[in-house]
């Protein structure tokens, strides 16, 4: 049986999305300085918001206000994919890694629903 979570770092959502943020930051270093305020910002705010969003949701006390973080953190991995998508579209180094961490990353609604939460291993 499986530890419950005592953390938001023991889940497998948080830790995969962690490691697609680390994609994404790695893909986007090597970005066009012009993008540094456009495409390279959004990307990143994308990516990023996926783990926070995790993160602040584990701690919420009501199932209402889990369902509302977990409802806005949802959108973020499609935002991050179009974001994967413009990039490719427009030569800008090689995306093929982002789907791939993005898939790894499952439904962030399945994250967690309670406290009895199961520790990924």
């Known amino acids: 049986m499986k530890t419950p979570a005592r953390s938001f770092t023991d889940l497998e959502v948080w830790k995969n999305s962690h490691a697609c943020v680390l994609e994404v930051y790695r893909l986007s270093e090597t970005f066009p300085d012009h993008e540094r305020f456009g495409l390279t910002t959004r990307f990143s705010r994308s990516a990023v918001s996926i783990p926070v969003k995790i993160a602040e949701g ?7 206000d ?5 409802n806005t953190a949802g959108g973020s991995p499609e935002e991050c994919r179009y974001c994967c ?6 030569g800008y180094g090689a995306t093929a890694r982002i789907p791939e961490a993005l898939d790894n990353c499952p439904p962030v609604s399945g994250g967690f629903g309670s406290r009895g939460v199961k520790a990924g291993g």
Request: net charge positive; no cysteine.
């Open 66 to 70: 889990r369902a509302q973080t977990l």
């Open 58 to 64: 584990f701690r919420k006390y009501t199932s209402a």
């Open 85 to 90: 998508i413009l990039a490719q579209d427009l």
